[in-house]
């Protein structure tokens, strides 16, 4: 199965360009919806991260506090760490199930965090980044998340930098103009993994 990686910082608009490539025919693999799906009630994700990070991080109704979780590993690199220890592993292998299931030409997995983690690389036949100026995101994520610049900056702050992302990059999608920018460039990057997954299959 021919397989690429779509990565970028949070607010670049990953999501937009997955929904495009969606539309066009390609399968999409997210990692957030996996790893949403691990750690709902009764999945035992969810009973290591209360073992490990305490009743503080589940909410009344017995569903994964995000906030609290977030608030908690974004304070702590070792805390963050032994969130990653959990789920990192079972979203690999949920990723690695999913690709072996996929029946269209090709597949998109978007991994938000693909450099920071790595252990996907070698599942890639490329990496697509999405690309947008740091005070981009910075205010596409306050928009969203009605989060103040200093909580924005700091989930920027724990991920890789835009060279970081684009020294991995095999192709990028600039998305720093109009929404209606996006559809031509996905389409023309369709077409050529569509090329290269018939040349190598």
Do not use: W
Not at 96 to 107: F, G, M, N, T, W
Not at 126 to 154: G, H, K, N, W
């Amino acid at each position: 199965m021919f397989a690429v990686g779509l990565t970028g910082g949070v607010g670049a608009g990953k999501s937009v360009v997955a929904a495009l490539f969606s539309e066009l025919g390609a399968a999409v693999i997210d990692t957030d919806l996996i790893a949403r799906a691990l750690v709902a009630p009764g999945q035992a994700a969810l009973a290591e991260i209360r073992a490990a990070f305490g009743d503080t991080v589940i909410a009344s109704d017995g569903t994964l506090d995000r906030a609290a979780l977030r608030r908690a590993v974004f304070a702590d690199a070792a805390a963050r760490r032994r969130l990653e220890a959990i789920l990192h592993p079972r979203i690999r292998r949920e990723v690695e199930d999913a690709l072996l299931a996929v029946r269209a030409p090709y597949a998109l997995v978007v991994i938000p965090l693909l450099v920071e983690t790595g252990g996907y690389r070698e599942l890639l036949d490329r990496v697509l980044v999405v690309d947008c100026p740091e005070a981009m995101q910075l205010a596409r994520v306050m928009a969203r998340s009605a989060l103040t610049r200093d909580e924005a900056a700091a989930i920027l702050a724990v991920q890789a930098g835009r060279l970081e992302r684009l020294a991995v990059a095999d192709d990028v999608i600039e998305n720093s103009g109009a929404a209606d920018a996006l559809p031509p460039l996905v389409a023309a990057l369709h077409r050529k993994y569509l090329e290269l997954s018939a040349a190598r299959y």
